[in-house]
């Protein structure tokens, strides 16, 4: 079946250390994008991409970093200057940035900084 | 800038009453109107679209959304609520060839 496969569900880390979270779609979308989720405050995106080899910050990237090397995956590593990483985050893609198609969403990764 | 509001970060009602969750959004156009659900540690999944064509909209598991253009809103109602209705509802706004905008969400609470 078609979709979204992040990993991994949950991960627990030492404060300082960094962190990558994978996204991998079959979807054959173009853009693709990561979002942090805290309680009370909805999605805020952090890096999103239209295409491969390019992507642009979104409104929270600061410690956050990307990379866009293949079209179906588009990992998100949290690094040791996120100074509150504990958080759900959140992969999706869409067909393009441009039109009306839907996000699609993947499980979720619960990252928990100790 | 665009903005999405949904009134109400929690809201309860009795199981086989109606759910109304309200959504209002800020736009000179009228954009692409979506929700989603979300169950506790998992994605989010898509319950209806609004893209300019009627302007009342079906969805799955007995949701429907009405866009009001002269309210700036696309409200969410649901005839009779069920206990597996409970979860976390987003309202969310793609204004034209832009990025999708998220309300901040309201929980659903489902009372027996």
């Known amino acids: 079946d078609g979709g979204i496969t992040q990993s991994p569900k949950y991960l627990f880390r030492k404060e300082g250390q960094n962190v990558t979270l994978s996204c991998e779609q079959n979807?054959?979308?173009?853009?693709m994008y990561w979002y942090r989720q805290d309680p009370g405050q909805g999605l805020r995106l952090i890096y999103y991409s239209q295409i491969v080899n390019d992507f642009q910050k979104g409104d929270i990237a600061e410690g956050y970093s990307v990379s866009r090397e293949k079209k179906e995956s588009f990992p998100l590593t949290v690094t040791s200057a996120q100074k509150n990483p504990t958080a759900f985050y959140l992969c999706a893609s869409s067909i393009t940035n441009k039109n009306t198609g839907e996000l699609f969403f993947g499980e979720g990764s619960r990252l928990t900084v100790l | 800038a665009q903005s999405v509001t949904q009134l109400g970060s929690h809201v309860s009602v009795s199981e086989g009453a109606l759910v109304l969750l309200r959504c209002n959004y800020s736009?000179?156009?009228?954009?692409?109107l979506f929700w989603y659900v979300q169950y506790p540690n998992q994605g989010l999944q898509l319950l209806l679209k609004y893209t300019s064509a009627a302007t009342l909209v079906k969805g799955i598991n007995g949701f429907e959304a009405e866009f009001k253009k002269s309210e700036t809103s696309f409200h969410l109602t649901k005839p009779s609520a069920h206990m597996s209705d409970a979860a976390e509802y987003f309202c969310?706004?793609?204004?034209?060839?832009?990025?999708?905008?998220f309300g901040k969400g309201t929980r659903l609470h489902i009372l027996p």
């Open positions: 979807l054959n979308h173009d853009a």
């Open positions: 736009s000179s156009v009228p954009p692409y």
């Open positions: 969310a706004v793609r204004p034209r060839d832009d990025k999708i905008i």
